[in-house]
DNA sequence: CAGCGTTCCATTTTT
DNA sequence: TGGAACGCTG
């Protein structure tokens, strides 16, 4: 292979062509594991060469293709399994590729040491170079709790009251900065002012300052302390590069943006180029919310390090990025229509824009389903088609046309959930597994209500999600204990531990500690060891803090002579810890016990304790297999993935499923991704999805009625039956009287065609079949009705609003002509006004005085994009997209 | 430092 | 409505 920074510089060639057939004709021939594969399958395994997008509806063989890639790279020689990078983002997947690798190619995959999650394979790179970012090479990986507990000591020194500027917050803020690639320096000053009065940026300063003493990373460092390494460092990104011959990523709709950094960095030939800083740059503007780059285009839009030699680039022309040199073999399988977690950093725009980014790339789409029915893919297909940010894919059923959605209406959410009930246990005695069946709810809440039914009729089932192993408090506690074991210098471990159990060490002794250790420069535990010996320090106390210090001293000179697990074993039995749980006489001391011991267990798998805490950190995950037959029970989030012959979608209503917070803060963008949720739980059932949702829902205690989620107008009829519930508890006729007199109220009168086949259900009016078919696709802001506006009086559109512009007029002719009463002129929905990530700027600035139709008048506190945090002088502070303001 | 009353809040969650 | 988290009191 030629030098690798010597290509850079040569014009991009196009993507080789050769290297794909030759391939192909050889596996054409040898290589069983490609059989099976339909076309477009193999041709994603087989184009090698430069940059690749697979896009991969649900259900279309996304991991097939990709270990399969993986073994047709083994197998032709063309990479070592060492030289092979492969993210993913959950440890699930990494295990799953990892073990279907295996089946095709056997031992290699041990030698694929680069297949993991970004996090385990960043924290790998650090590691090795830790030194070059100051940490040393045993820096401990920091949970929630632990980065909770500093930056309320932070917060304290700071004489910030905590109560009005949680930490909670503050560490969301860190993370969703870090989840952008920003580090304090590169946080613009408008943005760093969000938190307790402009003093946010440099909180997150002194916090990765303290990070640095404690020898500590948080997950978000994992990732960009390694871009930061990269770019201050570029002997060692080019070893990396050289190294990584072929890059594959999963999910890549899931990507945020330090991630798209992170993979840019990699997938360059060589580094310290022009064009790699340009992309750079581009991905900074991106980053930064417009209207920081306005203010303050210098910080939000420079790269980290600049380059004297490089000539300053204007932020024009960063808009427009020069194309790259060819980019290294980067595969990315993804799927637009399953992106679901913008909420926690994710940005579609990364598949939005991949070939983009990667010019030339080659974008392949698998739309051949496997999984599931004709009629469950029809009526996914035509609802996702609704959203507007999408590359586009259709899926074709390869399977028979199977039973029609089911959708059904209840009273209430305990209705609901009987229903389902019965409906399961039918299904169970016509021989359905129950392992097969799965309910698939919005949010956890409504989870408790399919609970007690499912505990009342003694029905199996399993919440996944929940708490994961590592996150209980008497794992975090028994890892503390080891963790300072391992590192003496780990504060955070040692505050968790220090009284637990009760040593009569409590704030007060604490403190004392903090200060000494403060004025000395020294760990916790070293002004530990010298209170212990101290006259100032009363007799109890310090026998307690010599006690404590002189134990670790034990363990950690056992350390290197005993097998880790005993190790940990004598640590939680001499500290009391174990006793501490004996003596509890609580339901779940029992289980708590258990659970020490499995983990002492698993310690077996590990070479040393450094290992094993890492993988603690890392890797240790919930779903240790219950082994008995039961219904699943989980929400939409946690479904992706997976897939069952039968799945209920309860809760179906408006401000549930289209989450009422996801509109309200994120508008446009927020009900697109509630629509792909939507499409993700009806793309999880193999032969039955059934919809529910419900006239009445306790919200926060009180009795509130809900409306049909404007996602059943959008299912398509011909794949849809609507089935009225059996039992007959608490009167339909009722509860559509009551709902549509409350619809009348509002003035927003309810002709969707999901609203006319729900009254129909009960016997209502019939209507014009011809109705269904006006429900297009294209026709998107017919069906949006706005949600908060129109429930006020005279609400709809008005001043507050913005026209919905440039966008086909809806055809409501139809509607009306069938004799339906008219509707009211197209109402905006929150979110048409929204900004994508590259929406235009906000024209609102910190300190603004706004009014909204809603909440009325208040202040603009922060600038987010077009997502304003305003403190309303009546509401209080809310988040609003600021196309719902107007200035006062 | 434990126990109790009060207050506040209430999507989604991996690593 | 229900839980968690906090602060006050004994």
Redesign the pocket.
Known sequence: MSDPFKRSFEPAPPAPAAGSITARARGAHRAPYLEGLNPEQREAVETLDGAVLVLAGAGTGKTRVLTTRIAHILSLGRARASEILSV???????REMKTRIGAMVGEAVEGMPWL?????I??KILRRHAELVNLKPDFTIL??DDQIRLL?QLIAAENID??RW???LLA?QI?SWKNRGLSPDQVSAGEGATFANGRGRDLYAAYQARLKTLNAAD??D?LLETIRLFRQHPEVLRQYQTRFKYILVDEYQDTNVAQYLWLRLLAQRTSGTAAADLVLRDAALRAAPQDEAREEPASAISAPTPRPEEPAHSAGVSKDVAPLGPPKNICCVGDDDQS??????AEVDNILRFDHDFPGAKVIRLERNYRSTAHILGAASHLIAHNEGRLGKTLRSEGEAGERVVVSTAWDSEEEARAVGEEIEQLQRQGHRLDEIAIL????????EFEDRFVTLGLPYRVI??P?FY?RAEIRDAMAYLRLVNQPADDLAFERIV?VP?????????QNLHDLARARGVPLIEAARAMGTSEAVKPKPRAALRDLVAAFDRWRAQRDTLPHNELAEIVLDESGYTEMWQKDRSADAAGRLENLKELVRSMEEFENLQGFLEHV???M??DRGEDHEAVSI?????AKGLEFDTVFLPGWEEGLLP????????GRA?LE??RR?AHVGITRARKNARISFVSNR?????WTSSLPSRFLDELPEQHVEVREAKGGFGGYGNAYGSRFDTTAAFGSSYTTPGWRRAQKSRGGFEEDPHEYSQVEPDEPAGRMRDVGASRAPGGGTNGAFKPAAARPAPSFAASSASGTPPRRAPVTIEGELVARSTGAPSAFSRGDRVFHQKFGYGRVRAVDGNKLTIQFDKA?EKKVVDSFLNKA
């Open positions: 993913t983002f959950t440890n699930k997947a990494a993991g999650t970004f996090h385990s960043g924290a949970d929630v309320k905590e109560k949680p930490a909670r969301n993370d997950f978000g994992l679901i977690y913008g909420w926690r950093g709810v919005r949010a956890s809440f409504q989870m408790r999600g929940g994961r996150e009284n009760k040593r009569g060490l409590g704030d007060a002794a604490l950190a890392l890797v995950d919930t989980m929400t939409l989030h946690a989450h009422q917070r996801s509109l309200d803060e994120n927020g991704e509630e949720l306790r919200i926060h205690g009180s209080g």
